[in-house]
């Protein structure tokens, strides 16, 4: 059984209900559990012999040289990109980015485009919006192929089909296409890639991401495994790429530390089959490649992050997933529950800024803490501490977007704000703490073993008989 269907629009409020059906659903542990349990082994031997603290120090040092002159070198890129031949678009959302695409096919008389895998389309929802443009989008990645056959979104940033086992995907494939039933990957995936290859040949326009966007050449780049990008960025005659503004870096020789983190972290690769490098269309003596060449730069409400000094770092993130792998919280109730287009810890910061606080208010709190996102994190976001920046703007409100908060700058309930009051102060007036505490564990028996839904599973925790002063005390300190 795999995950609920699931819709653009997904009520993204509906987290709680979709995690306790998640943890309910057998299949979906196990298959995220098998599947997450490998990539953290493969991560971390593809980091043997390496010296990893200091090359995700540098990783961490480009990303954020990178944003610090980030206006100029968006605009270094842009002149880079229009000199090599490639035009360049700017998208302030993702209904302007999906129009830019559209428009773009339309000039072209294009019906048929055949996609790479991005995120960023995901994000600005590209395929439903061609579909009711009358233009047909097909995903060339095994694993969005995968998805889009069941009707459902990405559980994952790079393996957007690890919801489902091998049993679940061939009797898809059956059901869509007319393959034979079958557990052998190796004649489900060749079955796929015959199914893919008819459309690429047809396809009218080529759309894809961009891992790097490199300000110094005006190059893209794209990694990848499958093939599929390069066949969708040369065989069509036009190839439109999407991408975040946050994704340039200034130099080429800045990609191959983030290229050695990316691949490492993502799949435990030392490096992926295919590594693209895209600076203009077909020039006149060349036998392959676009006519054309686009780029949709998409902003999305990364600008208002890039305002905030500590929400900032947000914008580091080079989309790998090694956060998803270690967390605890996805593994156990998968991509979907999060009802985003990001999913996992790096979802529950950056879709808050994306969606606005009050819709997304659920996802910071959707974390233990345990800290294992930011401690494998390539580029070193510190994930934990803006999760608890997040947690306190759902009690006080959104600093980002403000108009987003129902009227109103605070969430604390009148009970809330009289216990938190109380606690400040009490705790300015050190003899009345004292006397609190040692009360306090005097009549600790009292203490009620239940403390909401937090103890459902978990023990209480008990006061001290003791309080830590007269601890101290016994001990001569």
């Not at 395929?127 to 889009?148: K, M």
């Not at 003899?431 to 459902?456: E, I, M, N």
Request: hydrophobic residues 35%; neutral net charge; aromatic residues 4%.
């Amino acid at each position: 059984m795999s995950e609920a269907t699931q819709h653009p629009h997904i009520d993204v409020k509906e987290f709680h209900p979709r995690a306790h059906e998640a943890l309910h659903n057998p299949q979906i542990r196990q298959n995220f559990r098998k599947a997450m349990d490998g990539l953290m082994s493969k991560r971390k031997a593809a980091f043997e012999g390496w010296d990893l603290e200091t090359l995700r120090e540098l990783g961490a040092n480009v990303r954020l040289r990178a944003l610090a002159n980030l206006p100029d070198l968006l605009e270094q890129l842009e002149q880079k990109l229009t000199e090599n031949g490639i035009k360049v678009h700017w998208a302030l959302d993702g209904d302007e980015a999906c129009r830019i695409v559209r428009d773009i096919c339309v000039a072209r008389d294009a019906k048929t485009v055949i996609k790479g895998k991005s995120m960023v389309s995901e994000e600005m929802e590209l395929n439903h919006f061609l579909e009711r443009e009358g233009i047909e989008a097909l995903e060339s990645d095994l694993g969005e192929y995968i998805v889009q056959l069941a009707n459902e979104t990405p559980s994952h940033i790079i393996m957007p089909a690890i919801h489902k086992n091998t049993g679940e995907i061939s009797e898809l494939m059956h059901e869509k296409t007319g393959t034979d039933l079958s557990h052998d990957v190796e004649y489900l995936t060749a079955a796929a890639r015959q199914q893919l290859r008819e459309k690429f040949m047809n396809a009218d326009v080529g759309v894809s991401g961009v891992n790097f966007a490199v300000a110094e050449t005006g190059t893209l780049c794209l990694v990848e495994n499958e093939g599929n990008g390069r066949m969708t960025t040369t065989v069509p005659r036009c190839h439109i790429a999407v991408t975040g503004i946050e994704k340039v870096v200034p130099n080429l020789e800045d990609v191959s530390a983030l290229l050695a983190l990316l691949t490492r972290s993502a799949t435990g690769q030392h490096i992926t089959t295919y590594f693209n490098m895209i600076s203009g269309p077909r020039k006149a003596d060349e036998l392959d490649g676009p006519e054309e060449v686009h780029l949709v730069l998409v902003d999305n409400g990364r600008s208002s992050i890039y305002q905030d000094d500590e929400l900032l770092d947000t914008l580091r993130c080079i989309r790998c997933g090694a956060c998803m792998n270690h967390c605890p919280v996805y593994t156990r109730v998968g991509g979907h529950t999060y009802g985003t287009t990001y999913p996992g810890p790096i979802g529950k910061i950056l879709m808050p800024h994306l969606i606005g606080l009050d819709e997304g208010r659920h996802l910071p709190s959707a974390s233990s803490l345990c800290g294992a996102c930011g401690e494998v994190c390539p580029v070193k976001i510190p994930i934990p501490d803006l999760l608890v920046r997040l947690r306190r703007e759902s009690v006080d409100g959104d600093k980002l977007h403000p108009a987003k908060v129902r009227g109103h700058g605070s969430k604390r309930t009148p009970l809330e704000a009289a216990i938190w009051k109380c606690w400040s102060w009490m705790h300015s007036r050190p003899g009345l703490y004292r006397t609190g505490t040692r009360l306090a564990s005097r009549f600790r028996k009292l203490q009620p073993g239940r403390a909401g839904a937090w103890t459902d599973f978990r023990t209480a925790p008990k006061l001290a008989g003791k309080t830590l002063h007269e601890q101290l005390r016994e001990r001569g300190k």
